[in-house]
């Protein structure tokens, strides 16, 4: 007994008529009535009534349906789990240190359920280096604080807020206050985000109290600026992040007011030539992210 006449014998079953079954299987009518009566004389018993308008299956053919049903089952579910043991390699993915990050040991776990060949090589860096890394091949996957250029690239808007915030040392006099005003910076020591295009976010923050700042320092990753203000060098404009997971004996942050927050992207060069296991990633991302997977509740646009 062959899978292949298995799938035949289902489509039959399915169409009720060897003449509609063969066209859906592309064969001749002939071929498909030999192969099903091929069937019957190897298995020494009869599978349908023939009496009707439409193929009806006896006691024996309904006996045969559900074991074929179970069989292809089983074929087609471990043709699938030996394509994806088979699937391995390293998914090269960038990302800022950003709330969102969040989102990545989720999706890395459990792609790496379906596809456990696969590992990760997760690299930090700014949104224009991790886009640079992507122009080169160097990178496959960035997530990315916005604004940002994404002419090049397709992605997926992520909903999540990322808020800007003030950092400071415990022991600074805004560390008792509920959210920083622009007034409340105007003369302090300050260290801001080095990217040009998050500098004008900043800028259009302060108004016109920016021409006027006392910034000492530009820093691309807040775990830079985390350990100068640790030293109370200053204070520093940065963006939440991972802040949930620093000491808050050692560094804190306050909310700006007004509310000044940001959006993600999890980006990829469009039309860039990707090994398997990114085509898989990406592949996967898209269907968890826009609503068709397991972590479809993640609000996204595209």
């Given at each position: 007994m062959e899978i292949?006449?298995?799938?035949?014998?289902?489509?039959v079953v399915r169409e009720e008529s060897i003449t509609k079954a063969a066209e859906m299987l592309h064969i001749t009518q002939p071929t498909l009535s030999r192969q099903m009566a091929q069937l019957e004389e190897?298995?020494?018993?009869?599978?349908?009534?023939r009496g009707t308008r439409k193929i009806v299956l006896t006691a024996e053919g309904h006996?045969?349906?559900r074991r074929a049903e179970e069989i292809l089952e089983l074929v087609d579910k471990t043709e699938r789990e030996l394509q994806e043991e088979a699937?391995?390699?390293?998914?090269?993915?960038?990302?800022?240190?950003?709330a969102a990050v969040e989102l990545l040991p989720k999706l890395f776990q459990?792609?790496?359920?379906?596809?456990?060949?696969?590992?990760?090589?997760?690299?930090?860096?700014?949104?224009?280096?991790?886009?640079d890394r992507m122009d080169r091949g160097l990178t496959d996957v960035g997530l990315l604080l916005e604004p940002v250029s994404m002419?090049?690239?397709?992605?997926?808007?992520?909903?999540q807020k990322e808020q800007w915030v003030v950092a400071m040392h415990p022991d600074?006099?805004?560390?008792?206050?509920?959210?920083?005003?622009?007034?409340?910076?105007k003369d302090l020591p300050l260290i801001i985000p080095r990217r040009?295009?998050?500098q004008s976010e900043v800028a259009g923050w302060f108004g016109p109290y920016w021409d006027h700042l006392h910034i000492i320092a530009m820093s691309n990753l807040p775990s830079s600026s985390a350990v100068m203000v640790y030293h109370k060098l200053a204070y520093a404009i940065i963006i939440r992040g991972s802040i949930a997971f620093w000491d808050q004996e050692k560094v804190v942050c306050r909310p700006l007011y007004p509310e000044l927050a940001a959006t993600s992207v999890l980006t990829w060069k469009r039309k860039q030539p990707f090994g398997t296991a990114a085509e898989k990633f990406i592949e996967y991302v898209r269907q968890e992210l826009t609503g068709t997977g397991r972590m479809g509740k993640i609000r996204t646009e595209h």
């Amino acid at each position: 007994m062959e899978i292949r006449v298995l799938r035949y014998f289902l489509a039959v079953v399915r169409e009720e008529s060897i003449t509609k079954a063969a066209e859906m299987l592309h064969i001749t009518q002939p071929t498909l009535s030999r192969q099903m009566a091929q069937l019957e004389e190897e298995m020494g018993i009869k599978l349908f009534d023939r009496g009707t308008r439409k193929i009806v299956l006896t006691a024996e053919g309904h006996l045969l349906r559900r074991r074929a049903e179970e069989i292809l089952e089983l074929v087609d579910k471990t043709e699938r789990e030996l394509q994806e043991e088979a699937v391995g390699g390293t998914v090269s993915v960038g990302c800022g240190d950003l709330a969102a990050v969040e989102l990545l040991p989720k999706l890395f776990q459990s792609f790496r359920d379906r596809y456990p060949a696969v590992n990760f090589d997760l690299y930090t860096g700014t949104a224009d280096h991790i886009k640079d890394r992507m122009d080169r091949g160097l990178t496959d996957v960035g997530l990315l604080l916005e604004p940002v250029s994404m002419e090049k690239y397709d992605f997926i808007r992520l909903n999540q807020k990322e808020q800007w915030v003030v950092a400071m040392h415990p022991d600074a006099p805004l560390a008792g206050a509920e959210y920083v005003t622009p007034e409340d910076l105007k003369d302090l020591p300050l260290i801001i985000p080095r990217r040009l295009n998050v500098q004008s976010e900043v800028a259009g923050w302060f108004g016109p109290y920016w021409d006027h700042l006392h910034i000492i320092a530009m820093s691309n990753l807040p775990s830079s600026s985390a350990v100068m203000v640790y030293h109370k060098l200053a204070y520093a404009i940065i963006i939440r992040g991972s802040i949930a997971f620093w000491d808050q004996e050692k560094v804190v942050c306050r909310p700006l007011y007004p509310e000044l927050a940001a959006t993600s992207v999890l980006t990829w060069k469009r039309k860039q030539p990707f090994g398997t296991a990114a085509e898989k990633f990406i592949e996967y991302v898209r269907q968890e992210l826009t609503g068709t997977g397991r972590m479809g509740k993640i609000r996204t646009e595209h």
